[in-house]
């Protein structure tokens, strides 16, 4: 069981419901993600990606990717074999993105509203 507390929603002002890995409004379904340090500048290099989703066995895993700083893509290593994924495509409007390594390994990258990466489910 999570601890939860309740703040106004930026949106629309309503009671927003925070748990470990998210905050959910409660009027609007607006959400908000902790924001993830990159452990270099934006532009280009290395960061970690936890995970947020609810299963426990999972925690352990981070994602490690880096930025190419030439065109902005994002390259990640696989959490459970560790070879490059590629990006799927995903429906218009997704706050994730989708990614598949060659053994067929997919995640989901969950992004905040600037598109930066938060995490991983």
Known sequence: MTTATRTSCPSCKGLMRHDRDESRCFQCGARQYPKVVLDTPKLAGAFTLPYVGDAEKHKTHLVKGWLHGDNGSVRLHC??????????PTQYGATYRAYRCPTKHII?????????PVGWR
């Open 79 to 88: 959490p459970f074999c560790g070879k490059t994924m590629a990006r799927q």
């Open 108 to 116: 989901r990258v969950t992004e905040n509203e600037h598109k930066e």
